[in-house]
């Protein structure tokens, strides 16, 4: 008793000097922010569905901290972790046993999660003799407490203080230093304090969280989070229970890609298509693909034929019904329609596993796309292979410091010895240069805003590259791939200029390609060449595509960027389907949708250096990062060919 006595004094000095430093930050601070013209209050965050390994980066910043608990630093109380948390510590503590489900590796502790969660959940919970509501204004609640036997890791919960903060529990075990041998929670904060941590309590890592918001305390001490009050509504509807109380009924007819005045009402909570149970991967690219264009709507009205599927018209009827017409027209779809097509999906593909495993874009697009609906390939090379999508085969350039995907996509077909396209394609996909998430042959890629597909389409015109006046009759592979050439780019010459330029020495054994040019270009191009002053040329238009979606994936969880519309001036939006999350086990996620005005600009050519001069990846905006460093394939179109293909 004695022994507890000091050790409570101890702490009581310890809290107070604490509590001064705290003041003097926080005064400080708002101070600042008065001084800018802002409030100290700020928005609610955003967690995590418990099912994915990625946690939720915010950029919020504490300005009041709303409780006295303590974190991961132990400084103040020497090596004990009871110290470090006994200020949340219940005085009369239950009888019964504590659980103690197995903790995470320090390693990789995001592999473990389910481990966790289901030994915490099979466990005997205890609960405390009475419930109590919120503690009084300035005090913290240390002689009552109640404990919710429904949280588990993935569960948003409150911290009851002086007013309350917010988190989600990502890791829950006993720390092997505590003499208490109570449950406790790791939890990621919604708002950052600079006493909180990045997961780690003391020297050791037990969840991975942005820095300054890993937070440690009793679990009988997080009550669920009370401003989601949905996730109790009338359970007697399976729908309800599952995917929250938003309906969203099939849309029959013809419901064109969503034009808006402004993107507020498009962006927000619920918003996009709901995911459910490792569906990040499918729900990314339906939102590319459909939301705010229209060049795969062809699956959506081809006719049944002989050679289809019997189920044929049920998966485009629950495509385009079920999922595509309600998100153009109410912007929300909820994961039981999109659940109908991957229970399709997974009996009549060859990709098994489409009901809940982690998949990839692209076994999903092979599957929809080529084994079920049987669209036609948008690609076309002229060795006369056809495919969806162009994966990027490319050895790496250590010349390139920043490399573009027109760069990559160049340098792709460069290597690849007399292929091009074989015409323009309406959607072209690029997977870029990585082995999932294991392995990236650069570290930031940029996608280009416009990808110039003209020295790559086969007997394209264009003019020669020395002379710049005359037709380009030879294309020169050696010397596009010498040295001192720019990476990927191709050189073409006229008759003439191809002649003087390789009678040097070290050009001499090119081998070039003859370009077929249609006598009918010839002739229009010397009769426009005729009607111009000073023997100008005309000039030859170059064939461009507009990148419309790039879907990224980091630590498994697939997210998009996409643009609501086509040409330079339409706005980009980000896309999570699983962004937030309301209850635990058997509660659903939340999707969200959120504008992205400085995408274009960082993307941009002008805004490379800067790049360039940004050496950690961590400095970068956080969207911005996500798609330099995370891009996982690109998605361009062409509002041509769209037209008639």
């Given at each position: ?479 596009s791939n010498q040295l001192n050439a720019e990476p990927s780019a191709y050189r073409s010459f006229c008759s003439e200029c ?30 426009q060449r005729r009607n111009l002053p000073n023997g100008d040329s005309p000039e030859i238009g170059r064939e461009e595509l ?100």
């Open positions: 008793m004695k022994e507890f006595e000091r050790e409570r004094r101890e702490f009581e000095d310890v809290r107070k000097r604490e509590d001064e430093q705290y003041e003097k930050y926080r005064s400080n601070r708002n101070r600042e922010l008065q001084d800018r013209g802002q409030s100290s209050q700020h928005g609610r965050s955003t967690f995590r569905d418990k099912d994915r390994a990625e946690p939720m980066i915010t950029q919020n910043i504490d300005t009041s901290r709303d409780t006295r608990v303590e974190t991961g630093h132990s400084a103040h109380y020497g090596n004990s972790s009871d110290r470090a948390l006994y200020s949340s510590q219940p005085v009369n503590p239950p009888a019964s046993s504590p659980v103690n489900p197995p903790m995470p590796s320090a390693a990789n502790p995001m592999n473990e999660r389910r481990e966790v969660e289901n030994s915490f959940s099979d466990q005997n919970r205890f609960k405390s003799s009475r419930e109590v509501g919120p503690p009084e204004e300035g005090k913290f609640d240390t002689e009552a407490y109640t404990y919710n036997g429904d949280l588990a890791v993935g569960s948003m919960v409150e911290v009851r203080g002086r007013l309350v903060v917010y988190g989600v529990i990502r890791w829950i075990g006993i720390l092997p230093t505590s003499k208490s041998k109570q449950p406790i929670a790791g939890l990621e904060m919604e708002e950052e304090s600079p006493t909180y941590t990045d997961g780690t309590f003391g020297n050791e890592r037990y969840f991975t969280c942005p820095p300054n918001k890993g937070f440690f305390m009793y679990l009988d001490k997080c009550y669920k989070d009370s401003r989601f009050s949905d996730v109790a509504e009338d359970t007697s509807n399976p729908g309800v229970q599952t995917f929250g109380s938003i309906e969203t009924p099939d849309v029959p007819g013809t419901v064109p890609p969503m034009c808006f005045n402004n993107l507020e009402e498009i962006c927000g909570r619920k918003k996009g298509i709901q995911g459910h149970h490792n569906s990040c991967y499918l729900d990314a690219s339906l939102f590319s693909m459909f939301a705010f264009t229209q060049v795969f709507d062809s699956i959506l009205f081809r006719q049944k034929q002989s050679s289809d599927l019997p189920q044929y018209s049920q998966v485009q009827t629950v495509l385009k019904e079920g999922i595509i017409n309600p998100l153009r027209k109410n912007f929300y779809v909820r994961a039981d329609k999109v659940l109908k097509l991957r229970t399709l999906l997974d009996q009549l593909g060859t990709v098994q596993g489409m009901m809940g495993e982690e998949k990839d874009p692209e076994e999903f697009l092979n599957s929809l796309l080529q084994q079920i609906m049987k669209a036609d390939p948008f690609i076309t090379l002229s060795s006369g292979q056809n495919s969806f999508f162009y994966q990027l085969f490319v050895e790496k350039d250590n010349r390139i410091v920043l490399p573009t995907t027109q760069q990559l996509v160049g340098l792709s077909f460069l290597q690849t010895t007399n292929i091009k396209l074989a015409e323009v394609p309406s959607c072209f996909i690029i997977q870029m240069p990585r082995f999932g998430k294991d392995y990236k042959m650069y570290d930031r890629i940029v996608p280009s805003l416009k990808l110039d597909i003209t020295d790559i389409l086969q007997d394209a015109p264009r003019l020669c590259y020395v002379c710049g006046l005359e037709i380009s009759e030879m294309e020169c592979p050696d010397c191809f002649q003087k330029f390789h009678t040097h020495r070290d050009r001499s054994k090119h081998r070039p390609l003859k370009l077929h040019i249609e006598e009918g270009f010839r002739e229009c191009f010397e009769k507009e990148l419309f979606a790039v879907v990224c994936i980091q630590t498994s969880h697939y997210v998009s960027f996409v643009r609501c519309g086509t040409g330079p001036d339409a706005p980009w939006v980000f896309f999570d389907s699983m962004a937030d999350r309301v209850g635990a086990e058997n509660g659903y996620n939340i999707p969200e949708v959120k504008p992205v005005p400085e995408l274009p600009q960082w993307l941009e050519e002008s805004n490379h250096n800067r790049i360039i001069g940004i050496k950690d990846n961590k400095q970068l905006p956080e969207n911005i990062r996500r798609v330099l460093c995370d891009g996982y394939m690109c998605m361009y179109q062409s509002t041509e060919a769209m037209m008639y293909k």
